[in-house]
C-alpha cells in the first residue's frame, strides 16, 4: 500500500481500513513511504499491524508521508547540473516481485491512479483508491475528503460573515480549485454566500459590482465572494500565484492568486466599501475528517482488500449512488468539471447566488 | 409550505431555498406554524420573504415550528373526557383553497408524506420533500439531517474514547433509531467503536462480553459499544424507555432504555470493568447542520418549487446518486432497514465491529 | 509523574510539557500507570521521552491511565471474603527511593492532592498539579478540563434549544456538579438557558413552573433548564442515580438522577409542554482539550518541573490571576462552591435565570 | 450603547447582557449604529429589548454595526478636495443630553476608550467596556474575543500540522497581531508549533533554520511557524502589507506581510523543504464565541450596568483575578506586551519553542 499526490482528510481511514480487513484474513501488510519514492528507492517497506493503524481514523495526514514527484515512469535523476527524466517502472515491479508481495494498493489522485494503470499494464496486480480534496474524479461520485474541506470552506464562510456584516465589507475568500470549482460552489451554497467565481465560468467585474450595490440598496451592505484559485476574469488567464517561481531551490512562497485579482478588479470600481481577501490555502485539507469522509474511506479501503482478494486488478473502488463498485483504472484520468448549465450552478442561481456572467441581456 | 414529525438539521435551509427560489420567481410564498397543526386550526399562515429568511441557513430546527401530532386524517377532538380522532382532511382542502394557494409544500417525514400524498389523492396540489434523522426512508438515498446526527454521534463514540481508555471502562453510548440502525451502525464505523447493536440485528450478551474479554487481553481494556433505542437482544423485545408512561399529562420524561438493558445484561457477566451508559438523545437533533446537510436542504427545497413550477404533483423530491429526482409520493412510505447481510455490515465486521450475534460456529 | 481521578481534558498537555521541559533539562522522566495503583503494585513505571508524549497535545484522557481508587494510605487488600485497608504509603515512598527518583508529580483532584500531601509529610519530595473538571478546588481560580466541560456543555444547551423551540418542549440538561454547581451556572449563562438548579441552591418547584409559564405567555413556548448532579428540591436530599447499587460486581450503570427528579416534579405541575431529559455525563469529560486547557495545562507542566528544579515540595501549582504559582499542598483539599450571593449568581439573576428559589415574597 | 473598533466575538454576548440586565431594571436602552458614525451623524438610535436581543448570544460580530475611523474629537469633513478634522464632541454630548439620556456605555478597544474618557471628561456619564481581540489592553486580564481568537488560530495549526507532517514542509501561519503578539504566542504553545515570530522578539532567520534542520535529523521533517503580523526580523522594520496602499478609493486588499517576509528569508536557506504561507487573517475574528467569552462578554455587560446604577461613570469594567472591577478609564489606553522574559516565553522555551533569537552563545 502507499499514497500519493496531495494530503486529504481520511486517508488514514483507508490506511486502517486495508490494514483491519486485511489483516483479519490473515494476510500481512506493508506500506511504502512517501508515496512511489518509497517503492523506487530502496526504501524498506513498513510492516502495518493494528498497533500501527491504532488511534489513527480521526487523523488527518497520512501516516504513510506522501509525494506529489515520484513518478516511477518519469523518474528524475540528476544529470551534471540539471535533471533528466528515466523510466523505472520495470524496477518497480521487479521489487514488487522480489519482496513477494500479491498486490499492490494504490491511494490517490488523478496522477497516482495513472501511474497504477500504467503498472497494472505491465502486469503489476495493482487496486487503486481515489482520492482528490478537489472532488475533479470522474468515475466516482464523491471522494473522501471532499466533504471535510467543503464543511472547513464553509464554515470559513460564516466566519467571514460576522465580520462583513459588521463592517460593511465586501469579503472574498478564496479556496483550492485549480481547473474545477466544486469546492467553491459547495461551500459559497452551504454557507450563503452572494457570489462565487469558478474556474468552468469566467467572470466579468460588472455583475459583481452590480450584486453588492444592489445589496447596499436592499439594506445589506456587506456581500461575500468565493473564488475558487483557478477562477480567471473573461479574456484573462488564471491568475499564477505571484510568488510561485520567484524562490530559489524548491522553497516555493505562495500566496492567494485568483482572490487577489478578483479583489483588485473589484476595488477599481468600489470605493464605497473596504475590500479584504482571505486565502484558505491549506487549512482545507488539515483537521479531523469529517464522520463523512472517515465512513466513506473505511468502505473504500474495506472493498479494496475485497477486490485483492476476488483478484479484481487494475480496477479502482468508487462510490456510485449507496454502493462501492469496481471501476477500471483506465477510466480514472478523466476530470469532472462543474457543469455551468448543470443543476448546482442552476440552483446556485436560485437561490441568489451570482456567478459573474449575468451580462446585460442575459 | 410546512413542516412536520421531529425536528431536523437542514429544515431550515430547505425553507429558505424554498422562499428565495419562489420569491425569485415573483411568487408569494406563505408558511403554516407546527406542521398540520397549524393548517387545521385557523392560524393564519405566515408571509415568508427574503427577510424572513435571513440568517437561517445554519440553524437548526425549524422557523415553522413542527408538530408530530396533528394529522388532519385523524385529528384529535374532546369528547367528555376522552378524545376522537376525526376526518378534517376536506376542511384543510377548502381552507387551502379559500386561501388562493396555488401548492402546498409538505417537509417532513413519514407520516408527513403520508398524509401529503392523502391530500394529493383528494386533488390538493401537493410537493412532499423527505425528512428522517434516522435515514430510513427508502425512496431517497439520504435525507437531510442524518449526515448531521452522524457527525455528533460520532463525536460522542470519540469523546467517550479517551474517557473510556483512562479507565478501562465499558462505555454504552445510545443513539436514536427504533426500528433502523442507520445512525448507530455510521457512527460505530466513523467513531471506531468496537461494538454496535441494531434493531434488524437480535443480539446475544455473549459475543460482547468475549470483545471485551480479547481486546482486555490484548492490552486495550476498554471497549465502546453504540445502541441503536430499538435494539434488542435475541428473544427479547425492544426496550420501552421505562418512565415513558409513567408520568401523567402530556409531560413525558425519557430516559435510555435499550443502552440500559444491553448494560444491565453486561454487568451480570462483567465484574472487571466498569460500565457507564450515556444518551445522547436531543443532541443528535439539534445543533447547527453540517455543510453537507444544508447543501442537501437547499437542493431539495430549489427541486420542490421547480416541481410545483411544473405542476409535478403528488410526487416528493428524492435524492438519487448525484441528482435531485421526482419520485410518486405513494412510495415514499416503505422504510429502509439496515440490511444485515449487506455492504456496510459486512465492512463493518472485517472492521472489527461486534454485533452480537456472532454465536459459537457462526 | 502520574495521574490520580477522573480523567480529565488537558491531563496530556501537562504530562507532554512536564517531559518535554524535563528532558529539555536533562532529566529521565519516568511514568507511572493508573495513578497510584501502579506505585503500590509493582509496575515498572515507563519511561517518558519526546517520542512518548508527540501528538497527545490535542488529546483528551491521558496516557498514563489513571484510577479512582488507589489510595497508598488505605490500599484494600481481600481478606476471605471481604476487603480490608491497609497502609501501604510506607512501601510507597522506600519503592521510589529505591528507583533512585529524585521527584514524584502527581497530578490529580482532591484525592490525589491529599495522598500527595500525606506522602509529603512522610518526606516524599513530591509536587502537585491540581485537577478537577468541576473546578471546586479553592486555591487555584480554576484549574485545565473545566474550560473544555463548559464548551461541551455550553454547545449541548444550544443544541437542545432548536428542538425545544421547534417542539415546545420544557428540556432538562443534567451535567456533572456533585457539591458544586460552577459548570451548571457556567453554560446555563454562556449557552443562554432560562434555568439552572445547582447543589448549592436548594430549589422548589414552583418557580420553575411560574417561568415557563411567563416565558409561553410572552411568546416563548419552551424553555431549557441546565441542572447539576447533585442539585436537590429544598428540602430533599440529592438524588442516588438509582441503579448506582443495583448491579452485581464492579460493574456499575448510572443514568441521570437530578435531572430526572426535576422532570417527574415537573409532570406533576406541567402538561401543556413536553418534558424531555438529557444527560449530558461522560461526554463533557471526553473530547480534544480547548486551547485554553491545553495552554493551562502546559503551563502547570512547566511550573511543575520548576517547581521540583526549585526544590520546592509539598506545594501544587495553581493559577492565580494572570500568574502560575506554588500553593502548599496542605490548603489543596478544601472545596469552592459556587456563592450563592456572589457576582456569577447575582449575574444570573439579571440576565434572567431561574434558580428555583424565588419564593414568594422574596 | 454604542460598539466601536474592530468587530470580535462576544460583542453581541455584552449587548444582550446590557438590554437583559437594564430593561430588567425597568430601564430604557438604545443602541447607536456604526460606533460613534451614528452619534455624530444624526441617525436615530435603535430602541433594544428582549425581542432584539434573542438568540444573539452564541452570534459573532455586532448588531449594532462598527466603526473603526469615526471620531468625534477629530471628525472628517470634507473641504473641496481634501478631508479636514474637526473636533464635535460637544456636539455629541449636546445630543445625548437632549434625547435624555442617563449615560452611555461604550464598548470598544484602546481607541473607542479613550474617546470615552475624552467625552468624560467634559461630563457625560460614560462607562466603558474593553474590547480587543488582541488582548493587549494592560487593565484587565483578558477580554472576551481574545479566547475565541485563540481557539481558532490553535485549530488552524493543527489543521497545518497534518498537511505539513504528510508533505514534509516547512508551514508558517500568519496571525493578526501587530505590536503585540500574545495571539501568536498562545496559539503556538496551544497548537503544539516549532517557532513562533512577534513582535517583542525580533527574529533572526539562522536559529530557525537551525531548529527546521535538527528537527528533521530527528525524524520529523517538517515544521510550523506562527507569526504575528507585527513580527520584523532583526534590524527590519514590521512588514507593511503590500498592497495597503496601491488600490484607490476606501477599497483596500489586504494579504499577509510578515508571515511572507519571514517565508522568503527562510526560502533564501532552505531547499529541502516546500515553504507554505497561510494567513489566517479575519478567519480569527469572526465565528461563534467560545463559551468563555461568552461568559467574560455577559459578565461585563451585567457589570457595566451596575456601574450605570451605582453612578460610578469615567470607569471600564476589567476582569482582574476572577472578579469584575471598575477600573479608571484613563488607564485604559496603556498597551500590554508580551513579556519578552515572562513566564509564557520562558515556558515556550522550555517547550521547545524557537522565538529566532537564540543567537550564537544566547
Known amino acids: ?55 489513527i481514523l480521526d487523523r488527518g495526514g497520512t501516516i504513510l508521508g506522501t509525494s506529489n514527484k515520484a513518478n516511477p515512469f518519469r523518474y528524475p535523476r540528476r544529470n551534471g547540473d ?14 514488487l516481485r522480489r519482496l513477494g508481495f500479491d498486490a499492490l494498493i494504490c491511494i490517490g489522485g488523478d496522477g497516482t491512479l495513472q501511474i497504477a494503470h500504467g503498472l497494472a499494464k505491465k502486469g503489476l496486480p495493482v487496486v487503486g483508491c481515489p482520492k482528490t480534496i478537489d472532488n475533479d474524479l470522474s468515475d466516482t461520485d464523491v471522494t473522501f475528503g471532499f466533504d471535510t474541506a467543503r464543511s472547513t470552506a464553509t464554515e470559513a464562510v460564516g466566519r467571514l460573515h460576522t465580520t462583513a456584516e459588521s463592517h460593511d465589507r465586501v469579503m472574498l475568500l478564496e479556496v483550492m480549485g485549480r481547473t474545477a470549482g466544486h469546492l467553491a460552489l459547495h461551500a459559497a451554497i452551504a454557507g450563503g454566500a452572494n457570489a462565487v467565481l469558478i474556474p468552468e465560468i469566467p467572470y466579468e467585474v460588472e455583475p459583481l459590482v452590480r450584486m453588492v450595490r444592489e445589496r447596499a440598496k436592499a439594506g445589506q451592505s456587506f456581500s461575500i465572494i468565493v473564488v475558487a484559485e483557478g477562477a480567471a476574469p473573461k479574456g484573462g488567464a488564471p491568475s499564477v500565484a505571484e510568488s510561485e517561481t520567484a524562490t530559489p531551490g524548491r522553497g516555493v512562497v505562495r500566496l492567494g492568486g485568483a482572490g487577489r485579482v478578483a479583489a483588485d478588479l473589484l476595488a477599481e470600481r468600489i470605493t464605497e466599501h473596504e475590500i479584504r481577501v482571505t486565502v484558505l490555502g491549506h487549512l482545507a485539507r488539515g483537521g479531523t475528517p469529517t464522520a463523512y469522509d472517515r465512513l466513506l474511506g473505511s468502505r473504500f479501503g474495506c472493498r479494496a482488500v475485497e477486490l485483492v482478494e476476488d483478484g479484481v486488478f487494475d480496477h479502482m473502488v468508487a462510490l456510485k449512488g449507496s454502493e462501492i463498485e469496481a471501476v477500471p483504472l483506465s477510466h480514472a484520468s478523466k476530470t469532472r468539471l462543474v457543469d455551468a448549465d448543470g443543476e448546482l450552478v442552476r440552483f446556485g442561481r436560485q437561490l441568489g447566488l451570482t456567478f459573474g456572467d449575468e451580462a446585460e441581456g442575459r
Open 82 to 95: 540539471s535533471w533528466v527524466e528515466e523510466d523505472r517502472s520495470d524496477e518497480v515491479i521487479e521489487r
Open 1 to 55: 500500500m502507499l499514497t500519493g499526490g496531495g494530503d486529504c482528510p481520511g486517508l488514514n481511514a483507508v490506511i486502517r481500513a486495508v490494514v483491519k480487513s486485511a489483516v483479519g484474513r490473515g494476510w500481512e501488510v506493508f506500506g511504502f513511504e512517501d508515496g512511489f519514492f518509497g517503492v523506487v528507492e530502496p526504501i524498506p517497506p513498513i510492516p502495518l499491524g493494528f498497533d500501527e493503524v491504532r488511534g
